[in-house]
């Protein structure tokens, strides 16, 4: 596996167009220090990435880059897994893997100081793994393949969750949809950008 592109973006001083700083493949050799983050203005707490995964070695080239990293976009990369991120970067708090062909989550425990996960438009079929994260607050599924609601209760051991999107999913189908997920999570504030439905023990 490579790491195929590299930005690092400045937060609040690039758009999601601009790049601050970009590699190829080639240039294997190439460390981001401190003080070239200092020198271009960045904050050295966010970083965005295109990344490749066709096996799981290019995962140590992402964690020697990302020691100071604390919120990480890997939108649009090729992650067949999670167990691909690795515990190399498990001081993250907010990911971004969105778009990312991911077809599991086995191994995001590893990752357990997340409190916000952004993967939509995946090929994620089961929430289960999730349990392990139980610093997690904000959770987006939107445009997986979640077809079970009991595979939902997982989601119940993250006892900081307030925030979930899980529409189009296939159990977003499903009768009394927004009912049933409430009553799952009865302390969820936030259903697909709306505000859950109270349940009868509140």
Known sequence: AVL??????????CDDNETAMSQTDSDSDYNFSDSDADDIGLDRGYAEFLV??????GCHELWQLQKSVSRLKLNSST?????????GLAHLRVLWVNCCQLK?????????????????FNEIISTKP??????????????????????????SKCPKMNTLTLEGNPLASHADYRGRVSCLLPLLEYLDDLPAEPTSSS
């Open 130 to 155: 999730l349990q392990a994260l139980r610093q997690l607050e904000v959770l987006d599924l939107e445009g997986n393949k979640v077809t079970s609601m009991d595979d939902l209760r997982a989601l």
């Open 4 to 13: 195929c592109q590299i930005w690092y973006a400045a937060c609040g001083g």
């Open 52 to 57: 490749d995964f066709t096996d799981e070695d």
């Open 104 to 120: 599991d989550l086995n191994g995001i425990g590893q990752l357990s100081n997340l409190t916000e996960l952004y993967c939509a």
């Open 79 to 87: 992650i067949p897994s999670a167990q691909c991120l690795g515990a």
